[in-house]
C-alpha cells in the first residue's frame, strides 16, 4: 500500500535483502552452478546495446550478488566493480569472482549504499556504469541517484540502465490492461510480502519492502540535468517474468502479451553518455 516513507526505510530494506541473498545463491532462478560453467546472466539486448566491452572498465550499481557484473568481465571488460548495500550480496560475488579466478584487479565488490557510490568506489570513473533491472524502485530520490551515477562516469564513457517499465506496476496483475494504481505516486509503496521473486515459496522473516516509482521522464530528465547526453531510450514489449498473468513465454524466454492483445511497454534502457569535454 502507498504510505508515508518509514524513517528507517533503508534498514527495512537492506535485512529484507541481506535476508534473500542465501535464498537467490541456492535458487534455480538464479542457478549459480549454471553460471559458474559459463552461462551468461545478461540479457541479448543489453549486450547488443552496451555494445564491446573488450578493455573497459565497467562499474555495477546494486550489483546483488554480481552475476550480470561477472558476465561483463567475461565478454572481456578489463576490470569490473560491483556495488551494494548487502554485505552478503558483496560477499557471494566476491566468492563467485574467487571461483572464476578473476581476481580483485579484474572483479571488485563493493558494500555501500549506492548514494555514497562516488566515495566508496576504488576508481574516480569508469568508462562503462550499468545499473537496472530492479534497482531504481529501492531509491528514494532518483536526482541524486542520477547525479551520483553521473559523477562515476569517465568523459567518453557512458551509463547504461536497463529496468522494468514502471507503467507495469500501474495496471492490475491479472489483465495488465486496468489502470489500477497512480503512475505518478511520490509516495512510497510499503509491502509486507513473504518470500522473493526467485523462490515463491522460501520462509522468510524480514518481509516489510520501502519502494518507490520513478516516471521514465523523470528518470531520463534527472540523467540529462546531471549532464550526460541522452543517447537512446527503447521501449521494449516484454519482460523477464510473467508481470500479469495473461502474458505468454517466448521461446526466446521473454514474456508477452498474446498477439491479439494490445501491447505496453513492460522495460526500457537508456544510453547516456559524457562528453570528452564539458
Ligand atoms: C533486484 S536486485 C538487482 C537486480 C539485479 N539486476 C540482479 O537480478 O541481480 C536489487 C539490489 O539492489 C540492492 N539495493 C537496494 N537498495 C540499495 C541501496 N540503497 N544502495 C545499494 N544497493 C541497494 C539490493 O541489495 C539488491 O541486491
Redesign the pocket.
Same mark, same amino acid.
Given at each position: 500500500m502507498y504510505a508515508r516513507t518509514p524513517d528507517d526505510w533503508?534498514e527495512i530494506?537492506?535485512a529484507r535483502?541481506d535476508e534473500r541473498v542465501p535464498i537467490h545463491a541456492a535458487a534455480d532462478f538464479y542457478g549459480l552452478d549454471a553460471f559458474l560453467a559459463g552461462r551468461d546472466a545478461l540479457r541479448d539486448f543489453e549486450l547488443a546495446e552496451v555494445g564491446d566491452v573488450t578493455g573497459r572498465t565497467l562499474l555495477h550499481l546494486?550489483?546483488?550478488?554480481g !552475476?550480470?557484473t561477472l558476465s561483463w568481465a567475461r565478454h572481456g571488460a578489463a576490470r569490473v566493480v560491483g556495488?551494494?548495500?548487502?554485505e552478503p550480496?558483496v560477499g557471494t560475488a566476491r566468492g563467485l569472482a574467487r571461483s572464476l579466478e578473476l581476481p580483485p584487479e579484474r572483479a571488485a565488490f563493493v558494500a555501500?549504499?549506492?548514494?555514497d557510490a562516488a566515495q566508496a568506489v576504488p576508481d574516480s570513473a569508469y568508462d562503462i556504469v550499468y545499473t537496472? !533491472?530492479?534497482?531504481l524502485n529501492?531509491?528514494p530520490d532518483i536526482t541524486r541517484w542520477a547525479e551520483v551515477a553521473a559523477s562515476v562516469v569517465a568523459p567518453g564513457g557512458f551509463l547504461y540502465l536497463a529496468e522494468f517499465h514502471p507503467l507495469t506496476d500501474c495496471l492490475d496483475d491479472e489483465t495488465g490492461s486496468k489502470v489500477t494504481y497512480d503512475y505518478f505516486s511520490r509516495e512510497a509503496w510499503v509491502d509486507d510480502s513473504p518470500g522473493t521473486y526467485a523462490d515463491r515459496d522460501a520462509v522468510t522473516v524480514h518481509n516489510r519492502s520501502v519502494e518507490w516509482q520513478h516516471p521514465v521522464g523523470e528518470v531520463v530528465s534527472a540523467l540529462a540535468a546531471a549532464g550526460l547526453r541522452i543517447e537512446f531510450l527503447h521501449e521494449h514489449d516484454a519482460s523477464l517474468f510473467p508481470r500479469y498473468q495473461v502474458l505468454e513465454r517466448g521461446e526466446d524466454g521473454y514474456h508477452r502479451f498474446p498477439p491479439d492483445r494490445p501491447r505496453i511497454p513492460m522495460m526500457y534502457s537508456v544510453k547516456a553518455s559524457r562528453p570528452v569535454r564539458g
Open positions: 533503508h530494506n537492506r535483502w546494486q550489483c546483488h550478488i !552475476l550480470d556495488l551494494d548495500f548487502s550480496a555501500a549504499d549506492v548514494y537496472g !533491472l530492479g534497482a529501492w531509491l
